[in-house]
């Protein structure tokens, strides 16, 4: 059993992945699962935080002692964590945020029709809720986590997402359709806005998890 390093802290951690509808039946979307999210949230609660889980789309069951607001879009997205980061000694980034959405959303289903081409798809850009929360910092000494899930050059992404986004830490990891996604297993290396770099070698995302809260822990201090 882990000391309750985080009694009194208020943790806000997003995950799962953002739909974007193109209509009632139809979105855009990716491939995470929620898991690293949800192992985020059940190790802080069990550390003592309160934990507010905004989870998107994510089948899976409420953590025990966790506030879960379900959400489904990037903007819902960053309208629950910003509402809950207002009072959030930490904000950890799980979620696999859309960058773009379709520029309309149709009513009624999009038709097939026989004899014509498809219409091309147009995007907008979502809000960076990351970069958001990371220049707003609605409370003073929160500490911002992000996630980057890179397909190559892991590290060299990283620091420069690290960099674009000003949060205090980022947690790097590779993913694939098969990697990572899905999987009860990760790995990464979590880079400090200070230059740190810890490595965590691979097993549970609970361990992970745990990892990013000592590093949140020390931050908060
Ligand atoms: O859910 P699982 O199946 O367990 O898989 C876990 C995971 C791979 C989804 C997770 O470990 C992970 O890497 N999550 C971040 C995925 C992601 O969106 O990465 P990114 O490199 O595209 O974004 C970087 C950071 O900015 C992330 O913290 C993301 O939440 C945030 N972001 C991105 C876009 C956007 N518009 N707003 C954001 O806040």
Same mark, same amino acid.
């Given at each position: 059993?882990?000391?309750?390093? /985080?009694?009194?802290?208020?943790?806000?951690?997003?995950?799962?992945?953002?739909?974007?509808?193109?209509?009632?039946?139809?979105?855009? *979307?990716?491939?995470?699962?929620?898991?690293?999210?949800? &192992?985020?949230?059940?190790?802080?609660?069990?550390? *003592?935080?309160?934990?507010?889980?905004?989870?998107?789309?994510?089948?899976?069951?409420?953590?025990?002692?966790?506030?879960?607001?379900?959400? *489904?879009?990037?903007?819902?997205?960053?309208? &629950? @964590?910003?509402?809950?980061?207002?009072?959030?000694?930490?904000?950890?980034?799980?979620?696999?945020?859309?960058?773009?959405?379709?520029?309309?959303?149709?009513?009624?289903?999009?038709? =097939?029709?026989?004899?014509?081409?498809?219409?091309?798809?147009?995007?907008?850009?979502?809000?960076?809720?990351?970069?958001?929360?990371?220049?707003?910092?609605?409370?003073?000494?929160?500490?911002?986590?992000?996630?980057?899930?890179?397909?190559?050059?892991?590290?060299?992404?990283?620091?420069?997402?690290?960099?674009? =986004?000003?949060?205090?830490? /980022?947690?790097?990891?590779?993913?694939?359709?098969?990697?990572?996604?899905?999987?009860?297993?990760?790995?990464?290396? @979590?880079?400090?806005?200070?230059?740190?770099?810890?490595?965590?070698?691979? *097993?549970?995302?609970?361990? /992970?998890?745990?990892?990013?809260?000592?590093?949140?822990?020390?931050?908060?201090?």
């Amino acid at each position: 059993v882990r000391e309750p390093d /985080l009694a009194g802290r208020h943790v806000v951690v997003s995950a799962g992945g953002t739909r974007e509808p193109l209509d009632p039946v139809r979105f855009l *979307g990716n491939r995470s699962s929620g898991k690293q999210g949800y &192992a985020l949230a059940r190790t802080a609660a069990a550390r *003592g935080a309160r934990v507010t889980l905004v989870a998107a789309n994510a089948s899976l069951p409420d953590p025990a002692g966790v506030d879960v607001v379900p959400v *489904g879009t990037a903007v819902e997205l960053r309208e &629950a @964590v910003l509402r809950a980061a207002a009072d959030a000694d930490a904000v950890v980034m799980a979620a696999a945020v859309a960058d773009f959405r379709p520029a309309t959303y149709a009513a009624g289903k999009i038709k =097939k029709k026989d004899d014509q081409e498809p219409a091309p798809v147009t995007l907008v850009r979502n809000p960076d809720i990351l970069a958001e929360v990371s220049a707003e910092r609605a409370r003073s000494g929160q500490v911002v986590v992000g996630f980057a899930a890179e397909t190559d050059d892991v590290l060299a992404n990283g620091r420069a997402k690290l960099k674009r =986004k000003g949060c205090d830490l /980022l947690v790097v990891n590779e993913v694939g359709e098969r990697k990572t996604f899905g999987s009860e297993e990760n790995e990464a290396v @979590v880079l400090g806005a200070d230059g740190s770099e810890t490595p965590v070698a691979h *097993g549970p995302k609970e361990a /992970l998890a745990d990892t990013v809260w000592d590093l949140v822990a020390e931050r908060l201090g």
